[in-house]
């Protein structure tokens, strides 16, 4: 052994021996021990409420892997079963509604659909509100169901009726402010068809004739003041087995005195040849469709 190894051994057992030692306790202890473990707790309990609050709603509110509620998400869309109400706008592509039910959009004031371009424009709109339905557009139109055929088209140039036949059922029939242009007119059957103007004349047109037909009733024309009957090109022609001219007057030839200083009147007569003319006769002469004195008016 060396000298450092005794004086080192030598020392330790030299050394004091404490009897009792004291040991220093390491953790949480007392008040603080009791408040980490009600906090743990009260972190336990709101989880569980939490949790439990959690599977009420999705209970109440039918979550389900397609959807919740109502609505269920499909690969076609989204699709609403039952009655929904929104808040806010809804923007979508295509509304269908179920094949044997129809697609109904309620309002407690008016529905609104609006179209716009794709900078956010205005295009298209219709309003059904609880006194009008308006649409504003470039153009408006009417498909049948079958075929796609125009019904009825309207635009800031002109209004189109494409069915086979137009019906005004009302009492006091169709008011026309300007001209019509149409190549038949017909009243219902049993019905009369009545053209008046009551304020202007009445004009009818067509460039190659106008047929008035009345097949199982009276044709009547009425006017204030003249009735005239033109053509220009051709002739008027009149088949009846009767044709009368009521109320005309009847004149009375008599001769003046010598003494009188009135002028001399002459009365004609107006007469009809077997082949259709006209012409004037005085009255009281014996003459014939021959005679040269006779005035033809037309033939």
Request: aromatic share 6%; charged share 20%.
């Amino acid at each position: 052994m060396t000298r450092e190894q005794y004086i080192l051994a030598t020392q330790q057992n030299s050394l004091p021996r404490t009897e009792n030692p004291q040991f220093y306790p390491v953790g949480i202890y007392g008040w603080r021990k009791r408040c980490l473990y009600f906090f743990v707790l009260l972190l336990l309990v709101t989880m569980i409420v939490n949790l439990a609050m959690t599977i009420w709603i999705l209970k109440v509110m039918n979550f389900t892997v397609d959807g919740m509620g109502n609505l269920r998400v499909t690969k076609k869309g989204i699709r609403l079963e039952g009655i929904s109400e929104f808040l806010l706008p809804l923007y979508v592509k295509e509304i269908n509604s179920r094949k044997d039910s129809p697609l109904v959009l309620q309002s407690d004031r008016n529905v609104t659909v609006n179209a716009r371009n794709h900078i956010g424009q205005l295009t298209g709109q219709l309003t059904v509100g609880a006194d009008a339905v308006e649409a504003q557009c470039k153009r408006f139109e009417v498909r049948a169901s079958e075929g796609g055929k125009v019904l009825f088209s309207a635009d800031e140039d002109e209004i189109v009726i494409g069915a086979d036949r137009l019906k005004v059922t009302g009492t006091e029939g169709a008011v026309f402010g300007h001209s019509v242009e149409t190549p038949h007119i017909r009243a219902e059957p049993s019905q009369d068809l009545k053209l008046e103007s009551p304020t202007r004349s009445l004009v009818m047109e067509a460039p190659r004739g106008v047929q008035i037909n009345a097949a199982a009733g009276d044709l009547k024309a009425t006017c204030r003041k003249e009735l005239h009957l033109q053509s220009t090109e051709g002739e008027i022609f009149l088949n009846a087995d009767t044709i009368r001219l009521g109320n005309l007057p009847v004149g009375s030839f008599s001769s003046s005195s010598p003494s009188s200083s009135a002028p001399r009147q002459t009365i004609y007569e107006l007469c009809v040849c077997p082949n259709g003319k006209l012409y004037l006769s005085p009255a009281g002469a014996s003459s014939t469709c021959q005679s040269s004195s006779n005035i033809c008016l037309w033939s």
